[in-house]
């Protein structure tokens, strides 16, 4: 089964096209990579799979752009956004923490997305920061805000956020890539430990990074005829 499939897809912003694809089909399971040059139109691709270029007056998508959601494929375009980015949910290239404390980038997003207690919440918070080997670290200062973490730490805080909304699909914009050596390989352990429960799609311009993590792989400029 695919988790995501694109048929005569094309993104322009204003005048301008940046994706062209005739046909793009993303198995279900483990992690696919697309890889390519800057400006090939690698991150563009993830944000047209949750919509998240809606947020630009001047882009026009077009084409067919379906989802296994549930077990059911059906379009993006057929579920409210809130629900979409729930479903697929992404992280980028530079965490994104909110500007409160540490337990309440994991309680506002559960307590708003998915209707929990605020006690159901934090056991939530707590078991999944235990998974991604961050509980130890920041336990006893959970109500201090999010930016004191280091940039791994805060990466690590982004991805257990995400998946505590349980999503089917998880977007990763180049989620090393703003991180030293060291906390890029905690991320990447975290990363292939998730690939056993949640399709992946992994966004890189570091052919070692695809070696090492990759299911799947794509070539942005093979498949994006604005690339060609």
């Not at 200062?141 to 990466?155: E, P, T, V």
């Not at 914009?173 to 399709?199: F, H, M, Q, R």
Request: aromatic letters at 6%; a neutral charge; glycine letters at 8%.
């Amino acid at each position: 089964m695919n988790s995501l499939y694109a048929r005569a897809l094309t993104v322009d912003f204003g005048d301008r096209r940046v994706l062209s694809i005739d046909e793009l089909a993303v198995k279900k399971g483990g992690i696919s990579v697309i890889a390519g040059a800057s400006g090939s139109g690698k991150s563009t691709l993830l944000r047209t799979f949750n919509r998240l270029n809606d947020f630009f007056p001047d882009c026009q998508v077009k084409g067919l752009l379906e989802a296994s959601i549930d077990g059911r494929r059906q379009s993006v375009y057929d579920l409210k956004v809130d629900e979409l980015r729930r479903k697929i949910g992404m992280v980028f290239q530079h965490p994104n923490v909110l500007p409160v404390s540490i337990i309440k980038n994991f309680t506002l997003p559960l307590v708003q997305g998915l209707g929990l207690s605020s006690d159901q919440a934090v056991r939530m918070a707590e078991e999944r920061l235990k998974s991604v080997g961050l509980w130890n670290e920041v336990k006893n200062r959970l109500n201090s805000a999010a930016d004191i973490l280091s940039g791994g730490q805060k990466q690590r805080l982004c991805l257990a956020r995400a998946l505590a909304l349980e999503p089917d699909i998880l977007l990763l914009d180049e989620p090393t890539s703003s991180l030293d050596s060291g906390a890029a390989a905690e991320v990447e352990e975290y990363i292939l430990a998730i690939s056993k429960n949640v399709t992946i799609v992994l966004v890189t311009h570091s052919l070692k990074q695809a070696e090492r993590l990759g299911t799947h792989f794509f070539d942005m400029e093979k498949i994006n005829e604005v690339s060609k």
